[in-house]
């Protein structure tokens, strides 16, 4: 598990983030007998973008963005039920994000657009896999009113910054549809490299999709 030392500011870029360590679980709760946990406090601040994890209480705001952008995301998700579209899912969404933080299974954001605090997207870092891999895989969208202005880049590269500096992760991949060129471009500004593609990856919307596969190393991350 890493530390995050309380208070702590760390600049990347540019970008700043601060944070503390996450707080456990202490009672019994829905998920799998444990209560929801507290959000970890951590803050990654870009130009226009606010990026922390998600609590609870962002359960509303996280529902109206998703039916929001129902059909904007649908070709580019796994099929998701009508259920995934009620409140209670979001919250249950919310609260597996939060144990994934205190098991050090994933590192999930909420990106929040500066000048309003309006939640525009998520970026996660998942799967995350310690002993000699040290690798997460990074998925992320953008609300499609905000597409276009350089905030899933800006999103990307304050959670890859996070990924090395405090998670201290040695690798970050992702993989992407061929015809997905805009997701491709914001893994390109980066400094993700293209490893390859892998066929019949990922099921997207009820298909198995080839997908591009892009990974930044430590070393290569400046
Ligand atoms: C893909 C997505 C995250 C991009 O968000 P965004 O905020 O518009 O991204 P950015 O503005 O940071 O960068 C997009 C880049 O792609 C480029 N681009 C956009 N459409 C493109 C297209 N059809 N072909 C090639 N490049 C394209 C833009 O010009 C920009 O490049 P630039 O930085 O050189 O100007 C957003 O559209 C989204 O959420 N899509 C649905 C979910 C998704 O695909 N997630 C990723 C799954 S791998």
Known sequence: MPEWPKGAVCKIAGLAFTGSNPVPATAPGPLGG???LSSPTVNLDGPELHLRPLAVADASALLELRVREREFLTPFEPLRNDR???LEAQREQIEQGLQDWAQDRGYGFGIFYRDSNELIGRVALSNVVRGAWQNATLGYFIASAYNGRGLASQAVGLAVGYAFSEVK?????AGVMPRNQASAKV???NGFRYE????RYL???GVWEDHDLYALTVEDHS
């Open 84 to 86: 995934f579209f009620t």
């Open 196 to 199: 390859g593609r892998s066929p």
């Open 169 to 173: 992760l040695h690798r970050v991949q």
């Open 34 to 36: 444990r209560a929801p």
């Open 187 to 189: 893994l390109i500004n």
């Open 203 to 205: 099921r997207i919307n």
